[in-house]
Every structure is written in C-alpha cells, then in structure tokens.
C-alpha cells in the first residue's frame, strides 16, 4: 500500500470551497461528499442497493455499536466490513469516543482512555486509542478515526483538559496504526474557543494526518459559533488534505461547511428524521403525519427527481405512517439522503464552474427553512 | 372493455397442472402465480420497485383494510390503487369477508350481511355484497372477488348456512357490478364437506365468472382435506378460466395446488415468516436468530440465487435481527418471496417441459421440511 491510494485531488476551487478526489483502496469519493450513517453496519430502512442507486460513495459506521454488537474480532473473520455490510465502496469508521462519551453517567475518563458500560446489558468495557486502532483495524474502513475525547462545548476548563487528552491520544492513535491501507484522521477539538481551536488544529495538522476531522460542533453551540470555529479550521487545516466535519448534515450546514473549505460530512439526520415522518423540502420541512396531507396528491417536493418524489403521493406516505408499515421509513429515508446526496453533487458541479457563491445564495434561503 | 381483455390462455398442461397466461388491463400474469399480499396497500418491508426485480406478476391488497383506512373513496380520488401504491401491473383485491369474519366476536352476520367494528377505532361498519362490490370498484384491481362467508371447516350445518349465503351473495355481487375493466371471481365454499363443495363448485360455475376462487381452505383442516377438496374443485370448475387458491402459500402447498389444476395463490407467510426471523430453505426452515449462526459466513440457502442469498451472511442476517434493524426483515422478505416466485416459474416451466410430476417428486421432499 503506498501514500498514493490516499491521493487527495483537487480538482476546482472557489474562495474557500473545494472539489476534489479523495482515492481509497475501495474507489475514489468525489468532494464534497455526503456519508450516509450506518450505525450498526446497516443504514435504517435502506439497502446496499438503494444506497447506489442514490449515489451515495462513503459510508459512516459506528466502532462503539459494532464493537459491542456483533464484535469487531466476528467481523474481522466474517471478511471485514465491507464484506460483511455488502458495501464494497468506500467506508469511514468513527472512533467510539464521541459514543463513549455520550453516555454520560456510564463512562470514566482517564488520561489513558475511557471505562464505561455497554447500553446492551451493562457490561463493563474500555476503550483506549490503542483498542480503538486495533478494533478500527478489525473492521476494516477505508478511513479510520484518532480516538478523542469530545467535551461539552462551553465548559472552557474542560473543553482545554479534554483538547490536550485528544492531543496525546492523536499521537498514540498514529503510534498505534498497524494496518496501511486505511487513512487515519486526527481530529481537532476546542469547543468554541478560538484560541483552544488554533492550538488544536495546529498541534492536529503537524501531525501530517492524510486527512483531517473537526470534532466538537454541532454539539449545542450556535450556528454563528460552528462558522466561526469553521473558518478558523479552514485558515490552519492543510488544504491538500481532504477535511471531515463530524457528524454536521443539515442541508443548510452542508453549504456552510463547503463555503469554509469543508469536504467530508456525516450525520444521522436524514434517516432519523425519517423514522419521525420528517422530510427536508426546498420551502420548508414537512411533516408527513399531518392531517393536511391527507388527501395530498402531490409529491413530498415537486422539485425533487428521487424514487419516492417521482412516485408516492403525500397522500400516500401519510397512510403509510398511520399504518405503521415500515415502507414509510423507506421512502422517506430514500428522499431526506437524495436531498442531501444531491446538494453534494450540485455544489461540486457550481464549484468547478465557478460559480458557487451564486449557486449558495440562491439555495441557502429555501433550504434554511428546512431546519 | 371487452371480455378478451380477461382471456385466459392455456399454453400447456400436464395432468391436471397448468401454464397459462390470464390477460388484464394492466398486463399480462404467467401462471401459476404467486400474488404477494400487500394489505395495507404496500407489500412490508419491500418496495415495489423490489417486487418487480423479484418478478412479480400480481399484488394482492385487503378491501377490509383499505376501506378502513385510508378509505375507498379517497383512493379512488388519488387514481386508484394502481396509482396509489406505485403498482401499474395487475392487482387483485378480496371482498373483506375473509378478515371481516376472522373478527369473531367483532361482527354479526345475517342473509343480507355483516355488521362489523372497526379493529382500528372500534367504529360500526357493515359490509354487504353490493358495498364490497362498490368499495373494490373504487380500489379498481384488475381481480375483484365476490362477497363471501368463510365458516369454520368442521361445523356442518353452520358451514352449510355459509355456503348458501355465499351463494346468494355471489349472484348479488354479480348484479352489483358495474366496472367491465375488472375480472369478478366467484368464490366456493363448503369446508372439508365434499358434498357441499361439490354442490359450491357447481353452483358457482354455473355463474360462468370469467375466474374461480377456492375460500375456506388452510383454516384449520388437515392437508390431506386440503387436497381431497381440491381434486373435487378441480373436477367440477371451468379448466378455461383461472383457478385461484385463496390465502395459501407454503411452498409444498403450491406444488399440489399446481399438480390439482391451481393457477393463482396468495400468502402473507413469505413476508409474515420474515418479521418473525425465519426463512424457507432447501432442507428445512431457518430460524436466523439461533445462536447456531453467529458466526456462519453461509447465506440462507446456497442453492439460492436472490439478492439476500448473493450478498449476506447468516450471520450478518443474525446481527440485523438482534439489533433489531429494519433490513432484516426487507432481506428475509426478499428472499422468502424470492422462493416462492422462483417455484412458481420453474414448475412453469415443468408444465410447458411435460415434466411437472419428476420436479414436484425432486422439489416436494426438501421442501416439505420447510413447512
């Protein structure tokens, strides 16, 4: 495996946004890409098939789940990740700290890792950045996650404890790496304080990472404090390197983090809201549970080309909903990450024609209404 | 509309077994056929789109519940259930006897119908021939079915009653209708009585229905009643119109449906099986959540072609299920509706080969061990 399978291609920029080629040993991801979450190696409600037909070209999937349930080791003998899922594109594993550490009350932090309680039946594990290498190196992505150790975003003496912890257990994460046809990421980490912020992503990008994650938004601070935080990341982050905003993917973030240099997002948002009967329009998010639909003959949104816009009735969907048949989550699922997988296609499209600035003033406002 | 737009072809027979093809005005369905059963207008945890790759010919959806919800009428506003479940091929729809009945202590019958309560909102409804009829010309299938009472296959004079009321109640449903673009079946009854299915066979005959049903079978009674009264059926029905076994659809089932002159059968079980975990196979039916899989790179059945079978591990399908993910019942559906089409188009081919009765004496044993 040489460095050349992790080549990051830039192939337009404007201002600050790129479209690039991020190559992996399982196919090369077009930038921005959007990775749809597969939490417990499977995307809710989706198949591997759908998801192509999508357009879809990465895949997130969670160490913590995967670890507990079924095990990385079972995975590992089962072919690995790829195989096991029936994804043999591209895959981007997370660290298992942002899990960890969301389970609040059931995790310890110490300078050597994290001890906590499995949510399946209380068992007591513990996560290291050496473990979460090792079980990151069972499963087997394409792209793998420094362990880190994500605080609440305004506590500012811990936000610094937690930075220099995400620090050290960088340079042990890289220390640890065996496996060489995986790119591993640092992760830069701050909260929402500038200074911390420049640290971070300094101390992350000397590190020569072949690629970079901003960890920590998106976490209960504002919109104006993630794009501030975001342009800090985009003056210190190399540019030659392909950047990930963790775990962001609302429409509107998605525009936001591309205008700041961003290339790489994830986030559960599109299947969740899904599973609520929630779907992303341009105008506005509906809710498709409501009674006003009910005799609805038009699609989600009439500007939308996906499966479920180009042949179910609102009318329909809601009766999927009280029904409760599973299908409901299905198409909705298929239209929220069509929307998503689109916007990525579009603004890569504006940025290599130059005229991206345009194509965002012109989305931003019908989609902000999404939120 | 004229009557050939229901002809039914016979292409070839052996024995008594069939290969035809039934023309409707939404296309043309081989048989035998297996309709999967969409109740609530949508086939669970399966797209239609996946029904068409798996190569279904006929959807069968449930007049009881589409009346309930979201109503007849507002179907018919929507364009029909064609339209409204994203199904353009043919679509067959019961008359809501079959579930009205199964209500028991929900609903009073009498000669001229049955008033029942709602399973959804406990709200009185009534359902006669002339409304069954009504409501399934709303739905708009292609295959409609006459108004029926299903009684319990043992008691004589109660199931004698039934039969005469389904009597009546045909001719009523015959009157009643006044869409040509619709194939209406006469349904016989009779429980495991062979002189009252006999009288029931020739009755409804006489009615000379462009297609026969069979009702009141796989309710209870042994296999070989099953088949005794289907050697009588098959005696007494028209051999140049399409015979259709209600509500059956195990794959040992369908191959002696075929060998006694069965054309059409329906069946939650593929898809009812697959939420309960289970799975057919060549050599006996699989639950997936055995701890016997976890670790078993296999698919269900090696000697199975559909998407889940090329693409899954047993235990990948055992993660899904104990996860309790979504894609585990779309996989296992798939598969299990996948084993029963495939059934249909191989003994189709038996029947049009004049080898129908070497592949029902190869097939019925490792099948048989599925049941």
């Given at each position: 495996m040489?460095?050349?399978a992790?080549?990051?291609?830039?192939?337009?920029?404007?201002?600050?946004?790129?479209?690039?080629?991020?190559?992996?040993p399982?196919?090369?991801?077009?930038?921005?890409?959007?990775?749809?979450?597969?939490?417990?190696?499977?995307?809710?409600?989706?198949?591997?098939?759908?998801?192509?037909?999508?357009?879809?070209?990465?895949?997130?999937?969670?160490?913590?789940?995967?670890?507990?349930?079924?095990?990385?080791?079972?995975?590992?003998?089962?072919?690995?990740?790829?195989?096991?899922?029936?994804?043999?594109?591209?895959?981007?594993?997370?660290?298992?700290?942002?899990?960890?550490?969301?389970?609040?009350?059931?995790?310890?932090?110490?300078?050597?890792?994290?001890?906590?309680?499995?949510?399946?039946?209380?068992?007591?594990?513990?996560?290291?950045?050496?473990?979460?290498?090792?079980?990151?190196?069972?499963?087997?992505?394409d792209?793998?996650?420094?362990?880190?150790?994500?605080?609440?975003?305004?506590?500012?003496?811990?936000?610094?404890?937690?930075?220099?912890?995400?620090?050290?257990?960088?340079?042990?994460?890289?220390?640890?790496?065996?496996r060489r046809d995986q790119?591993?990421?640092?992760?830069?980490?701050?909260?929402?304080?500038?200074?911390?912020?420049?640290?971070?992503?300094?101390?992350?990008?000397?590190?020569?990472?072949?690629?970079?994650?901003?960890?920590?938004?998106?976490?209960?601070?504002?919109?104006?404090?993630?794009?501030?935080?975001?342009?800090?990341?985009?003056?210190?982050?190399?540019?030659?390197?392909?950047?990930?905003?963790?775990?962001?993917?609302?429409?509107?973030?998605?525009?936001?983090?591309?205008?700041?240099?961003?290339?790489?997002?994830?986030?559960?948002?599109?299947?969740?809201?899904?599973?609520?009967?929630?779907?992303?329009?341009?105008?506005?998010?509906?809710?498709?549970?409501?009674?006003?639909?009910?005799?609805?003959?038009?699609?989600?949104?009439?500007?939308?080309?996906?499966?479920?816009?180009?042949?179910?009735?609102?009318?329909?969907?809601?009766?999927?909903?009280?029904?409760?048949?599973?299908?409901?989550?299905?198409?909705?699922?298929?239209?929220?990450?069509?929307?998503?997988?689109?916007?990525?296609?579009?603004?890569?499209?504006?940025?290599?024609?130059?005229?991206?600035?345009?194509?965002?003033?012109?989305?931003?406002?019908?989609?902000?209404?999404?939120?």
């Open positions: 040489t460095s050349a992790f080549n990051f291609e830039l192939v337009a920029q404007q201002g600050s946004a790129r479209a690039g080629i991020f190559h992996t399982h196919g090369s991801i077009p930038t921005p890409v959007f990775a749809p979450v597969g939490t417990q190696a499977t995307v809710k409600a989706v198949t591997p098939l759908q998801l192509q037909e999508l357009g879809a070209h990465l895949l997130l999937a969670n160490t913590y789940h995967l670890y507990l349930r079924p095990g990385d080791e079972l995975i590992a003998e089962l072919g690995g990740l790829h195989h096991f899922m029936n994804w043999p594109h591209p895959i981007l594993t997370d660290s298992g700290g942002f899990q960890v550490f969301s389970l609040s009350n059931q995790r310890k932090v110490d300078d050597e890792g994290v001890t906590f309680r499995s949510h399946i039946d209380g068992s007591t594990h513990r996560l290291t950045p050496e473990k979460s290498i090792a079980i990151q190196e069972n499963l087997g992505a792209i793998i996650m420094a362990f880190d150790e994500c605080a609440s975003p305004y506590e500012r003496s811990y936000v610094e404890l937690a930075t220099q912890r995400t620090h050290a257990w960088a340079v042990r994460s890289q220390a640890a790496q065996r790119a591993l990421f640092g992760i830069v980490q701050g909260g929402v304080f500038p200074v911390l912020r420049e640290q971070s992503a300094s101390f992350i990008a000397s590190l020569d990472f072949p690629g970079n994650a901003i960890g920590g938004l998106s976490v209960g601070e504002t919109k104006a404090e993630m794009h501030a935080m975001l342009d800090i990341m985009n003056s210190i982050l190399p540019t030659d390197r392909p950047r990930y905003l963790m775990g962001v993917g609302a429409p509107p973030d998605l525009l936001n983090g591309v205008k700041r240099g961003i290339d790489i997002f994830d986030c559960v948002l599109p299947t969740r809201l899904a599973r609520h009967n929630a779907a992303w329009t341009h105008g506005g998010r509906l809710n498709l549970v409501n009674a006003a639909y009910a005799r609805d003959p038009r699609p989600i949104d009439e500007t939308c080309a996906c499966y479920t816009c180009l042949h179910y009735s609102r009318a329909y969907l809601r009766h999927l909903i009280l029904a409760k048949e599973m299908l409901a989550a299905t198409l909705l699922s298929l239209h929220n990450l069509h929307t998503l997988l689109e916007l990525t296609r579009l603004m890569r499209q504006a940025i290599i024609e130059n005229r991206f600035d345009a194509f965002m003033q012109k989305s931003l406002p019908s989609l902000a209404e999404g939120e």
